[in-house]
Every structure is written in C-alpha cells, then in structure tokens.
Nanobody, 121 residues
Framework: QVQLVESGGGLVQPGGSLRLSCAAS????????MAWYRQAPGKQRELVAS???????KHTDSVKDRFTISRDVAKNTVYLQMNSLKPEDTAVYYC???????????????WGQGTQVTVSS
C-alpha cells in the first residue's frame, strides 16, 4: 500500500507565502508523475502544477511566476512553494501521484487527504 501525507497548509495574509509538502510512503518502486490540485468551495477541482519523472514541470497560468513545484527524490516528497498568495488561491490543495509498487505490472493513481489553504486579511 502507498500513502500520501500532505502538510503545510494554513491561514496566510495576502502577499504571504506557504510551502506545501506531500510525502509518499509504503511500497514504492517508481513515481511516474506528481501533481498538485486545488478545489475551492463551489468549484471544480483544478490542476495547479505537475512534474513528470524526468523533472519536466507545468504550472497553470493563474499561478505562474508565483507557485513552484519541486521534489526531493530521496524523500519521495513533492513540494508546492506558493508566493504572493491571493485570496482567490484559497482552496483545499491535494497532491496526486502515479506510483508503481513492487509486484504490480501497472502503476496506480493515489491522492492525498487534502490540506486547507486560506488567504485572508
């Protein structure tokens, strides 16, 4: 089994920063894809940033130049550094990874439990 545990959310004032972490644990052979999604009240879940296994990253237009996805391969941890936060960034943030475990022919998709980010003065 694989678990994704997120941390780092909280309340921050507009213009502030937060760093989210998502640590994967359990039976991990390879991590193929890592991403951060967010869901604001009354809205659909949206992709914020993603990273392929080769390190290639993408960020949605609304967070470019403010948010950065990164990883620590040794720790099986993916991060989302969020700077210049705006009230519209308020949402529950979820990590999402495609992971292959030993003994499995195909990778599986896993989700974290979500962490609340609130941007308010």
């Amino acid at each position: 089994q694989v678990q994704l545990v997120e941390s780092g959310g909280g309340l921050v004032q507009p213009g502030g920063s937060l760093r989210l972490s998502c640590a994967a644990s359990g039976s991990i052979l390879s991590i193929y894809f890592m991403a951060w999604y967010r869901q604001a009240p009354g809205k659909q879940r949206e992709l914020v940033a993603s990273m392929q296994s080769d390190g290639t990253t993408k960020h949605t237009d609304s967070v470019k130049d403010r948010f950065t996805i990164s990883r620590d391969v040794a720790k099986n941890t993916v991060y989302l550094q969020m700077n210049s936060l705006k009230p519209e960034d308020t949402a529950v943030y979820y990590c999402n990874e495609v992971i292959r475990s030993p003994g499995n022919n195909s990778p599986r998709l896993y989700w974290g439990q979500g962490t609340q980010v609130t941007v308010s003065s």
